[in-house]
């Protein structure tokens, strides 16, 4: 079993940055990242980080977001970060951490986070 705790959400204004991360318990998995969801959209993958270094950027997101995966030797957790840099308006939603056996972009993950609120403002 896998658990993933998200943290570093909050309300900012258009063009700050903020890093979200997500603590995962349990086996190592191969892919790590991030989806969000809008209020009236469908969930969307963000970024995605296989174990071998091998990444997936939503186009919306490339050259602002970076994504990033450690696994600290003093730890029994594997972190994922989400670098978020001049958000715009649109980046507004509920941020959700993701793990899986398998490298995907659809929602056919095995392991959900709760979600973090990520508010951009004007």
């Known amino acids: 079993q896998v658990h993933l705790e998200e943290s570093g959400g909050g309300l900012v204004q258009a063009g700050a940055s903020l890093r979200l991360s997500c603590a995962a318990s349990?086996?190592?998995?191969?892919?790590m990242g991030w989806f969000r969801q809008a209020p009236g959209k469908e969930r969307e993958c963000v970024a995605i980080m296989t174990h071998t270094a091998n990444t997936f950027y939503e186009d919306s997101v490339k050259g602002r977001f970076t994504i990033s995966r450690d696994s600290p030797r003093d730890s029994a957790k594997n972190m994922v970060y989400l670098q978020m840099n001049n958000l715009k308006l649109e980046d507004t939603a509920i941020y959700y951490c993701?793990?899986?056996?398998?490298?995907?972009?659809?929602?056919?993950?095995?392991?959900w986070g709760q979600g973090t609120q990520v508010t951009v403002s004007s």
């Open positions: 349990g086996r190592l998995m191969y892919a």
């Open positions: 993701v793990a899986g056996f398998q490298f995907r972009t659809d929602v056919r993950y095995d392991y």
